[in-house]
T-cell receptor
């Protein structure tokens, strides 16, 4: 059973701080990794993807991947109250096209 | 942008009714998915389809069926709705393993 684990939170950070969201996965053959943001009552929205070890930056967001440790993270710099949402980690195994989702981490950014 | 459209945002149905949830995508994606999402349980895959007329069971297919007669349309059918099928239903489509999914806006179904 392929698993994706996330700390359910809630993770609470002050406005302007760095929020760090973590995810581990069990399938060592996984090839692509995604972060989704889901506001309360809304559907998930893709915000970042990463395929290679290392960091990938997009504006205030940085995705980090370490395949040896089977670990992927999302950093949000200069956190804003509008970043308050549940963040879902999703992993695509090497042999199929299905994503396995974690249960999500609830992030609250306090003004 | 990929658009995934779900036919209803909110739906209330009675126990025992047959319920159809429709999903249409406009990007010629091969893969389409139906999830339900419940508090504390995360996203759970009901069914998916990787081609027209093809379907595969996900993790929780019991009480559901699907239909994919055209590439752009993937329908979820609740054969006889029950109160434990009250949930948020999310449709998604995707173009392959290097691409994430795009989700529809969801249908919040209440079975009374």
């Amino acid at each position: 059973q392929k698993e994706v684990e996330q700390n359910s939170g809630p993770l609470s950070v002050p406005e302007g701080a760095i929020a760090s969201l973590n995810c581990t996965y069990s399938d060592r053959g996984s090839q692509s990794f995604f972060w989704y943001r889901q506001y309360s009552g809304k559907s998930p929205e893709l915000i970042m993807f990463i395929y290679s070890n290392g960091d990938k930056e997009d504006g205030r967001f940085t995705a980090q991947l370490n395949k040896a440790s089977q670990y992927v993270s999302l950093l949000i710099r200069d956190s804003q109250p509008s970043d308050s949402a549940t963040y879902l980690c999703a992993v695509n195994g090497g042999s199929n096209y299905k994503l396995t989702f974690g249960k999500g981490t609830l992030l609250t950014v306090n003004p | 942008d990929v658009k995934v459209t779900q036919s209803s945002r909110y739906l209330v149905k009675r126990t025992g009714e047959k319920v159809f949830l429709e999903c249409v995508q406009d990007m010629d994606h091969e893969n389409m998915f139906w999830y339900r999402q419940d508090p504390g349980l995360g996203l759970r895959l009901i069914y998916f389809s990787y081609d027209v007329k093809m379907k595969e069971k996900g993790d929780i297919p019991e009480g559901y069926s699907v239909s994919r007669e055209k590439k752009e349309r993937f329908s979820l059918i609740l054969e006889s709705a029950s109160t434990n099928q009250t949930s948020m239903y999310l449709c998604a489509s995707g173009g392959g393993r290097l691409y994430g999914y795009t989700f529809g806006s969801g249908t919040r179904l209440t079975v009374v």
